[in-house]
Protein backbone atom coordinates (compact mmCIF):
# COMPACT_ATOMS: atom_id res chain seq x y z
CA UNK A 1 0.00 0.00 0.00
CA UNK A 2 1.31 3.24 -1.27
CA UNK A 3 3.19 5.05 2.46
CA UNK A 4 2.70 8.90 3.13
CA UNK A 5 4.40 11.29 5.10
CA UNK A 6 2.29 14.39 5.25
CA UNK A 7 3.16 17.96 6.57
CA UNK A 8 0.79 20.80 6.85
CA UNK A 9 1.76 24.74 7.32
CA UNK A 10 -1.03 26.51 8.59
CA UNK A 11 -2.15 29.37 10.31
CA UNK A 12 -2.32 28.87 14.22
CA UNK A 13 -6.05 29.20 14.32
CA UNK A 14 -6.62 26.13 12.17
CA UNK A 15 -3.69 24.12 13.76
CA UNK A 16 -6.17 22.40 16.03
CA UNK A 17 -8.16 21.38 12.80
CA UNK A 18 -5.58 20.01 10.95
CA UNK A 19 -4.36 17.38 13.53
CA UNK A 20 -7.43 16.07 14.64
CA UNK A 21 -7.71 15.15 10.67
CA UNK A 22 -4.30 14.12 9.65
CA UNK A 23 -4.95 12.47 13.28
CA UNK A 24 -7.55 10.49 11.97
CA UNK A 25 -5.76 9.10 8.68
CA UNK A 26 -2.09 9.30 9.74
CA UNK A 27 0.09 8.52 12.58
CA UNK A 28 1.57 11.98 14.13
CA UNK A 29 5.73 11.99 14.64
CA UNK A 30 6.70 15.52 14.73
CA UNK A 31 4.12 18.65 15.24
CA UNK A 32 3.10 19.18 11.40
CA UNK A 33 4.72 15.63 10.19
CA UNK A 34 2.58 12.53 9.84
CA UNK A 35 3.18 9.37 8.43
CA UNK A 36 0.76 5.68 7.17
CA UNK A 37 -0.12 4.01 4.76
CA UNK A 38 -3.68 5.24 2.67
CA UNK A 39 -5.49 3.42 0.07
CA UNK A 40 -6.02 6.00 -2.83
CA UNK A 41 -9.82 6.65 -1.81
CA UNK A 42 -8.90 7.34 1.99
CA UNK A 43 -5.81 9.94 0.67
CA UNK A 44 -8.64 11.35 -1.99
CA UNK A 45 -10.58 11.61 1.01
CA UNK A 46 -7.94 13.32 3.04
CA UNK A 47 -7.03 16.00 0.61
CA UNK A 48 -10.82 16.80 0.06
CA UNK A 49 -10.75 17.43 3.88
CA UNK A 50 -7.77 18.93 4.20
CA UNK A 51 -8.84 21.29 0.90
CA UNK A 52 -11.58 22.51 2.96
CA UNK A 53 -10.13 23.91 6.12
CA UNK A 54 -7.41 25.28 4.61
CA UNK A 55 -7.74 29.25 3.56
CA UNK A 56 -5.27 31.60 2.11
CA UNK A 57 -2.23 30.91 2.83
CA UNK A 58 -2.16 27.64 4.16
CA UNK A 59 -0.41 25.00 2.94
CA UNK A 60 0.05 20.96 2.56
CA UNK A 61 2.93 18.82 1.02
CA UNK A 62 2.38 14.95 1.02
CA UNK A 63 5.18 12.62 -0.29
CA UNK A 64 4.06 9.57 -1.59
CA UNK A 65 6.14 6.40 -1.76
CA UNK A 66 5.60 3.23 -3.22
CA UNK A 67 6.58 1.07 -0.34
CA UNK A 68 7.93 2.25 3.51
CA UNK A 69 10.66 0.25 2.41
CA UNK A 70 12.27 3.21 0.35
CA UNK A 71 12.96 5.78 2.99
CA UNK A 72 14.30 5.84 6.33
CA UNK A 73 13.94 8.69 9.14
CA UNK A 74 16.36 10.20 11.01
CA UNK A 75 15.15 12.57 13.83
CA UNK A 76 17.27 15.37 15.73
CA UNK A 77 15.87 16.38 19.09
CA UNK A 78 12.24 15.54 20.64
CA UNK A 79 10.77 12.61 19.13
CA UNK A 80 7.35 12.65 20.00
CA UNK A 81 5.95 9.74 18.17
CA UNK A 82 4.61 6.68 19.20
CA UNK A 83 6.64 4.90 16.67
CA UNK A 84 10.31 6.08 15.79
CA UNK A 85 13.34 4.14 13.73
CA UNK A 86 16.72 5.68 13.48
CA UNK A 87 19.71 4.66 11.00
CA UNK B 1 23.06 10.09 -4.51
CA UNK B 2 20.65 9.77 -1.65
CA UNK B 3 17.43 11.69 -1.52
CA UNK B 4 16.57 13.81 1.45
CA UNK B 5 13.38 15.59 2.59
CA UNK B 6 14.19 17.67 5.69
CA UNK B 7 11.03 19.18 7.75
CA UNK B 8 12.09 21.12 11.71
CA UNK B 9 9.34 22.07 13.77
CA UNK B 10 11.60 25.02 16.58
CA UNK B 11 10.82 27.82 18.60
CA UNK B 12 10.03 30.80 16.46
CA UNK B 13 13.39 32.66 17.73
CA UNK B 14 15.86 29.91 15.73
CA UNK B 15 13.47 29.71 12.60
CA UNK B 16 15.39 32.30 10.61
CA UNK B 17 18.57 30.58 11.58
CA UNK B 18 17.52 27.32 10.65
CA UNK B 19 15.91 28.61 7.48
CA UNK B 20 19.48 30.04 6.39
CA UNK B 21 21.29 26.74 7.08
CA UNK B 22 18.80 24.67 5.72
CA UNK B 23 19.16 26.81 2.71
CA UNK B 24 22.77 26.46 2.49
CA UNK B 25 22.20 22.51 2.04
CA UNK B 26 18.51 22.23 0.41
CA UNK B 27 15.68 23.20 -1.95
CA UNK B 28 13.06 25.07 -0.03
CA UNK B 29 9.58 23.33 -0.55
CA UNK B 30 7.51 25.42 1.80
CA UNK B 31 7.83 27.03 5.35
CA UNK B 32 9.76 24.18 7.48
CA UNK B 33 10.02 21.88 4.66
CA UNK B 34 13.10 21.24 2.03
CA UNK B 35 14.12 18.98 -0.13
CA UNK B 36 17.39 17.73 -2.02
CA UNK B 37 20.61 15.41 -2.60
CA UNK B 38 22.91 15.34 0.09
CA UNK B 39 26.17 13.05 0.01
CA UNK B 40 26.66 11.08 3.10
CA UNK B 41 29.52 13.90 4.61
CA UNK B 42 26.85 16.74 3.50
CA UNK B 43 24.14 15.00 5.52
CA UNK B 44 26.36 14.53 8.57
CA UNK B 45 27.09 18.35 8.40
CA UNK B 46 23.71 19.88 8.14
CA UNK B 47 23.41 17.20 10.83
CA UNK B 48 26.03 18.45 13.12
CA UNK B 49 25.14 21.91 12.47
CA UNK B 50 21.27 21.96 13.24
CA UNK B 51 22.42 20.09 16.61
CA UNK B 52 24.33 23.23 17.36
CA UNK B 53 21.24 25.66 16.92
CA UNK B 54 18.74 23.40 18.49
CA UNK B 55 17.22 24.06 21.87
CA UNK B 56 14.78 22.26 24.05
CA UNK B 57 11.64 21.50 22.17
CA UNK B 58 13.35 21.90 18.96
CA UNK B 59 12.95 19.35 16.72
CA UNK B 60 14.30 18.35 13.21
CA UNK B 61 12.93 15.33 10.32
CA UNK B 62 14.96 14.10 7.84
CA UNK B 63 13.41 11.70 5.32
CA UNK B 64 16.38 9.81 3.53
CA UNK B 65 15.57 8.37 0.22
CA UNK B 66 17.25 5.85 -2.05
CA UNK B 67 16.51 8.03 -5.09
CA UNK B 68 14.45 11.35 -5.76
CA UNK B 69 12.49 8.84 -8.36
CA UNK B 70 10.92 6.71 -5.38
CA UNK B 71 8.56 9.45 -4.25
CA UNK B 72 5.93 12.06 -5.44
CA UNK B 73 5.12 15.10 -3.72
CA UNK B 74 1.62 16.57 -4.08
CA UNK B 75 0.86 19.97 -2.55
CA UNK B 76 -2.19 21.51 -1.69
CA UNK B 77 -2.62 25.65 -1.24
CA UNK B 78 0.84 27.50 -1.44
CA UNK B 79 3.88 25.54 -3.09
CA UNK B 80 6.27 28.91 -2.20
CA UNK B 81 9.27 26.50 -3.99
CA UNK B 82 10.74 26.75 -7.43
CA UNK B 83 10.49 23.77 -7.59
CA UNK B 84 7.00 21.75 -8.49
CA UNK B 85 6.24 18.64 -9.48
CA UNK B 86 2.10 17.25 -9.16
CA UNK B 87 0.84 13.98 -10.07
Redo the contacts between chains.
Keep these: MPYF?A?Y?VNQKRVGKMLKLFRRYLTW?????FEGELTPAQFKSL?TE??QL?QE??????????DER???????????AEKSRF?
Design positions: VVDIQNSVQADMGDGVVFYQLRYMDRIALGKEKL
